[in-house]
C-alpha cells in the first residue's frame, strides 16, 4: 500500500547527501570502465556520458522519492513510483548526452549505428546501475522506518509499563493506608474502653501525629527520611499507650535520608512489630529500627523486636503481602523481604533493595 508524504525541499536535499552522491558517481565511473572496451571514443568521453546519466537518474530517484504522484492507485507500493523513474529517465538521459555531443542534429546520431548501439549500451548499463541504486535505497529506507516504529513500540510500552505500575503502586498505597489507620484507631479505642488515665494524652497525641503524617502519604517524590521520622512519631505513639512494655530506638545513616522510598513501607513492619510482637507478649519488648548501606550497594532496612517472634502457622497478612508487591513495584525484582526469628525470642523483618 502507498504511503503518502509531504513534498519537502529538505527532505530532497538531504537525500543527496556524500554518500548517495559518492556511491553513485562511483557506479557511473565503474560502468565507464566495464563499456571502455566497447566503445571507440576516448575514456574520458565516455566518462562524462555515464557520470552524467548517474547523477541525473540520481537526481530523478531522489525527487520520485518525495513527490510521488497523488493520483497513484493505494494498491501500488510507493517503492515502485522512484523505480519506474529511474526506468524511464535512463534511456531519456542517455538520448540527451548524445544529441548534446552531434551539435542537436538527430540525423547524426540515428544515421551513425555506432552511436545507436553506444546508446543502448550505455541505456542498458543506466537501468541495471540505476535500479540496483533504487532498490538498495527501497530497502535502506524499509529498514529505517521498521527500526523506527520498533523503537517507538518499545518507547510506548515502557511508558504503558511505568504508567501500571504507577496505578498498582496506587491501588497498594489506598489500600494499605486505612488499614495502618484502623489498627492505630483500634489501639486508642482499646484505652478508651479500659477507661485508661492515658487515653486523652494518646488520643492528643495521635491528632497530631496523624496532621503531620497524611501530608506526606502521597508525597510525589517520598524519601527515606520521611518514612523514618514517621517510624518515630508512631513507635512515640505507642510507647505512650505502654509505657512500662515498649522501648525502642532507631539508628539510621544520615547520607541516607535523601533516598527515594515507598511510603509507609518501612512502617508497616514496624507496626506488624508492635501488633504481633510486643502486644501480645506479657512482659512487652523492644523494637529496634535500623537503615545502612550496605557493603554490595543496597539498602538494608530492619525492624527487630524482642516479642512474641514468628508463628510456624500463621499465612502472611495483607500488609506484608502488600509490602513485597510494592518494593518490587518500587524497586524491581531485586528488592527482598526477609523475615528471621531472633535469639531467645522474637522477629527481625529486614527490606533488601537497590540504592
Given amino acids: 500500500m502507498s504511503t503518502e508524504r509531504n513534498p519537502s525541499w529538505q527532505a530532497f536535499l538531504a537525500s543527496l547527501n556524500t554518500a548517495s552522491v559518492g556511491v553513485t558517481l562511483a557506479l557511473g565511473g565503474l560502468a565507464a570502465l566495464i563499456l571502455s572496451p566497447i566503445f571507440l571514443i576516448p575514456f574520458t568521453v ?25 493520483w497513484l492507485p493505494r494498491f501500488i507500493p510507493d517503492w515502485l513510483v522512484p523505480m519506474a523513474a529511474v526506468a524511464f529517465t535512463a534511456p531519456l538521459a542517455t538520448l540527451l548526452v548524445y544529441l548534446v555531443a552531434v551539435g542537436g542534429q538527430a540525423s547524426a546520431f540515428f ?7 553506444g546508446f543502448f549500451f550505455i541505456t542498458g548499463a543506466g537501468l541495471i546501475l540505476g535500479l540496483l541504486l533504487a532498490a ?15 523503537l517507538q513500540f518499545e518507547l510506548e510500552r515502557s511508558q504503558l509499563e511505568k504508567q501500571a505500575v504507577d496505578a498498582r503502586l496506587a491501588l497498594l498505597q489506598a489500600q494499605i493506608e486505612p488499614h495502618f489507620l484502623f489498627n492505630t484507631l483500634a489501639n486508642v479505642q482499646a484505652l478508651v474502653e479500659s477507661n485508661s488515665p492515658r487515653a ?9 501525629y496523624l496532621r503531620a503524617a497524611m501530608p506526606r502519604l502521597h508525597e510525589g517524590q517520598p524519601t527515606l527520611g520521611t518514612e523514618l521520622a514517621l517510624v518515630r512519631a508512631y513507635l512515640q505513639l505507642m510507647q505512650m499507650r505502654m509505657p512500662d512494655r515498649l522501648a525502642f530506638e532507631v539508628q539510621a545513616d544520615p547520607s541516607l535520608s535523601t533516598e527515594r522510598f515507598p ?10 512489630a508492635v501488633r504481633h510482637g510486643i502486644d501480645p507478649s506479657e ?15 543496597t539498602l538494608h532496612l530492619a525492624v ?10 500463621a499465612q502472611p497478612g495483607t500488609g506484608l503481602n502488600n509490602l513485597r508487591a510494592r518494593l518490587a513495584a518500587f524497586f524491581g ?16 523483618a529486614e527490606i533488601r533493595v537497590p540504592l
Fill in 111 to 117: 544515421g551513425v549505428p555506432e552511436r545507436v548501439s
Fill in 263 to 272: 511510603p509507609m513501607a518501612l512502617l508497616t513492619l514496624v507496626e506488624n
Fill in 136 to 150: 538498495g535505497a527501497t530497502v535502506r529506507e524499509k529498514l529505517a522506518q521498521a527500526q523506527s516504529q520498533a
Fill in 304 to 313: 527487630s523486636d524482642t516479642g512474641m517472634g514468628l508463628n510456624p502457622l
Fill in 200 to 208: 486523652a494524652e494518646v488520643l492528643k497525641s495521635l491528632i497530631a
Fill in 46 to 70: 565516455l566518462l562524462g556520458r555515464t557520470l552524467f546519466v548517474a547523477v541525473v537518474l540520481l537526481l530523478v530517484h531522489a525527487a520520485a522519492r518525495q513527490w510521488p504522484p497523488r
Fill in 333 to 348: 525484582p531485586r528488592a527482598e523481604l526477609v523475615l528471621e526469628d531472633q535469639v531467645p525470642h522474637g522477629l527481625r
Fill in 283 to 297: 512482659n512487652g519488648g523492644r523494637i529496634s529500627v535500623s537503615a545502612q548501606r550496605g557493603a554490595d550497594g
